[in-house]
């Protein structure tokens, strides 16, 4: 059982419980958890694959997430059975307030706590817990890689700005549209009627593997390798997780689809505005894929 903040799982890793990783360079992140059974496996994969990782059981201050240089910042409140839409948007908060970027945090909870943060509007990225350790690891690296590649994005986008003859900024081909969403890849956002849908970062990259998928069936094996870069384990129903939940801030119906449809025993595909017609979307040759 462990106690403080300082306290590193490497402990374990010199005693022989778990393996330890060479030859790649090590990212920090914390681990914060009041339940060390629920985690030990996920822990082991993160570290095995490279992942510095400290555990705490309380969330940490600003002047430990500067002195420990935390990158990641995974929470697990999935002991909390019942709907906790507050305590998430809370330590969310919390966390953004200590110096962690809010696209560097992902937050463990039961299922209950999954639908009351979609009722409550909460744009946190969460998975699903207890839940496969596996994916708590494909979360992490994706969560590491997206924001790497997004600070780079948002460079380039600042970069390429323009000022249009109404005196109006603009990103140059940046935006794609796809019926009466505007998604902006600089910024990756995504808007209708001029107001930004609070997508996570998974719902958001899920829009757009679709998108670019250009109306063709996706699996779920499919889509898992393009977002998560492997192939779906087990009978992981993650990709219909995040379906559903991008679907509900979609304001979309799995019955009659605006945005995005079920191919019953294959997958998912963009909608069609109505059979036989094909989605009006925009896909420019510069859009990049996930």
Not at 206 to 233: K, P, Q, Y
Request: with cysteine; charged share 20%.
């Amino acid at each position: 059982m462990y106690s403080s903040f300082e306290q590193r799982i490497k402990t374990a890793a010199g005693a022989g419980f778990l393996p330890e990783r060479t030859g790649q360079p090590n990212r920090r992140m914390m681990m914060v958890s009041k339940n060390t059974a629920g985690i030990h496996e996920a822990v082991t994969l993160l570290m095995d694959d490279g992942f510095d990782v400290y555990l705490s059981q309380q969330l940490p201050s600003r002047e430990q997430v500067t002195q420990l240089a935390i990158e990641l910042l995974i929470c697990d409140l999935s002991p909390q059975k019942a709907a906790a839409a507050d305590a998430v948007a809370a330590a969310a908060q919390l966390l953004v307030d200590a110096g962690v970027q809010a696209s560097r945090i992902l937050f463990l909870v039961a299922e209950p706590t999954l639908a009351d943060c979609l009722t409550a509007g909460i744009s946190a990225e969460m998975l699903v817990w207890p839940g496969h350790a596996r994916e708590a690891l494909l979360h992490a690296r994706r969560l590491m890689r997206s924001g790497a590649s997004s600070e780079a994005s948002l460079a380039q986008t600042s970069e390429a700005r323009h000022v249009d003859s109404g005196g109006n900024a603009a990103a140059a081909n940046g935006v794609r549209q796809f019926k009466d969403l505007d998604i902006d890849l600089g910024r990756m956002a995504v808007y209708r009627d001029n107001r930004q849908l609070r997508l996570t970062r998974t719902e958001y990259e899920l829009l757009l593997v679709l998108l670019n998928a250009d109306g063709s069936v996706l699996t779920r094996d499919a889509i898992t390798e393009r977002i998560w870069g492997c192939a779906m384990f087990g009978n992981s129903n993650t990709v219909d997780v995040h379906i559903k939940t991008l679907r509900k801030k979609l304001g979309d119906n799995a019955i009659f689809p605006k945005y995005v449809a079920t191919v019953r025993g294959a997958g998912y595909r963009l909608a069609d505005e109505r059979p036989g017609q094909q989605p009006r979307y925009s896909a420019p040759a510069s859009a990049v894929s996930v």
